[in-house]
């Protein structure tokens, strides 16, 4: 009799257990991702902000880690009221793809939950078309009376603008003519100019003896310099912005790339790693391998 009532005590039990409902894990968040304009060019600097709110009593990580950010270019990102904010840099010349991102944080709980977002894409327009649509057709405007006294009221002012532009060319070419004597005349073409120079830098090992930024003002002044001698615009005189405006070829705006994040290393204190410093290396010479290619066919 006692062993029955254990059976069906046993029994009962294990039918309760069975009906008892699993615990649901809980369901991810939602945040909103959105771009600071509605297009932008290659190699121009654009802005992606992850709107969300945290329950109460949640926290973030010290070190947020956006997952699904690994294939494009991050800048910086950086934690602000109401979301984050990543700085990417445009190194796409079609659609910039950003897929669903997800963000991990912990809850009042203490336990792990997770914000997801939906993927986000951005317009990007080649540099030659912006200038292009920046050009306006104005309508001819009709012929002007001229009346006899009106030439000498404005004669004065016609003879000092002429006289201040006068000046002005001649300083422009005696500036232009010291420039052209004090540039190095090389007996050989840019492309092996620049491959030498990119030889002695790399043997030079200022990146290894910790001379990180002199590696890369030398690394930007062989490129720029090599862009120099191909291209029809002063690329050492001009800022990386200057001349993403006036490229409008495949190989120069891959560069950009390089030239943004020497950039970085320059003027914003970036220290990049000796895995990355090797990439910008190759990088630089596969440039003028590439246009090498293009010139001679």
């Known amino acids: 009799m006692k062993k029955t009532r254990f059976v069906v005590f046993l029994v009962f039990l294990l039918l309760l257990t069975h009906d008892m409902p699993a615990q649901e894990e809980p369901e991810a968040l939602r945040m909103e991702a959105s771009f600071s304009g509605e297009q932008a ?7 992606l902000k992850l709107s969300f709110e945290l329950p109460k009593g949640a ?3 010290e070190k947020p880690s956006i997952k699904g ?9 950086k934690v602000v009221s109401g979301g984050i904010i990543a700085e990417l840099i445009v190194d796409t010349l079609g659609t910039l793809y ?7 944080f912990t809850d009042a709980d203490g336990k792990e939950r997770l914000i997801i977002t939906d993927p986000v ?6 540099s030659i078309e912006s200038r292009a649509d920046a050009l306006h057709v104005r309508p001819i405007k009709g012929i002007m009376p001229v009346y006899g006294g009106l030439w000498r009221r404005w004669l004065p002012y016609f003879l000092v603008a002429l006289t201040v532009l006068l000046v002005f060319g001649v300083w422009r070419a005696v500036i232009r003519r010291r420039r052209k004597e004090e540039q190095p005349v090389y007996s050989e073409p840019p ?3 620049a491959l030498k120079a990119l030889d002695n830098l790399d043997r030079a090992g200022l990146f290894e003896k910790g001379e990180v930024k002199a590696y890369y003002f030398s690394l930007s002044e062989i490129v720029r310099r090599y862009m120099e001698g191909i291209r029809p615009f002063p690329a050492c005189e001009w800022t990386t912005d200057e001349i993403a405006a006036s ?11 390089l030239l943004r994040e020497s950039d970085m290393v320059k003027f914003a204190d970036h220290s990049p790693t000796m895995a990355q410093k090797k990439e910008h290396w190759l990088q630089a010479r596969q440039y003028v391998e590439n246009t090498i290619r293009e010139l001679k066919e």
């Open 98 to 104: 950003v897929p669903a991102l997800t963000l991990a």
């Open 121 to 126: 894409q951005l317009t990007v327009t080649p």
């Open 247 to 257: 490229v409008d070829r495949d190989e120069d705006r891959v560069v950009l790339k």
């Open 41 to 47: 060019q290659p190699g121009e600097v654009i802005t």
């Open 191 to 193: 492309d092996g100019v």
């Open 69 to 77: 950010l690994e294939e494009l270019t991050v800048l910086s990102t």
């Open 59 to 61: 926290v973030l990580p």
